[in-house]
């Protein structure tokens, strides 16, 4: 966790994060019970992470001419997505974006700054009604 958060740091930033919308591969599991939007994704879908590109934290149509994340993954860590509310505002140029509360991956491996948890667990806590992620050290 970082309070001074950076694009490619590989950390989680610390603050208040809310819970902006979800996304979910329809194809593989069905929608997830939450007070917040809920969205399918499609395999053009993906979110830029370029800092000096104008879209940059922004969800964006594949194909795209920035450097970006795909959300359309074959490895299931995107099956269900929480998009953090980080640097969504007024966004600032380098200082993190893609901020994901995710599925976790074989035996939690780390993330490159998102949060990660077990399906089941992930379910659970959207479905608890869960707005914002309280990230603080």
Avoid at 17 to 31: E, G, I, K, M, S
Avoid at 106 to 112: K, L, S
Wanted: aromatic content about 6%.
């Amino acid at each position: 966790m970082r309070t001074d958060k950076q694009e490619g740091d590989g950390a989680t930033p610390a603050g208040l994060l809310p819970v902006r919308r979800v996304l979910y591969r329809a194809d593989r599991v069905p929608p997830p019970d939450c007070a917040v939007p809920v969205e399918p994704i499609a395999p053009n879908d993906g979110w830029c992470d370029d800092p000096v590109h104008p879209d940059y934290n922004r969800a964006i149509r594949l194909p795209h001419s920035a450097h970006h994340e795909e959300l359309w993954r074959a490895d299931g860590l995107y099956d269900i997505i929480g998009a953090l509310g980080w640097n969504d505002g007024s966004v600032q140029r380098g200082r993190g974006s893609a901020i994901f509360l995710h599925v976790a991956g074989p035996e939690y491996a780390p993330t490159d700054g998102c949060i990660a948890l077990a399906t089941g667990d992930l379910r659970r806590v959207l479905a608890a009604g869960l707005i914002e992620l309280d990230v603080r050290a």
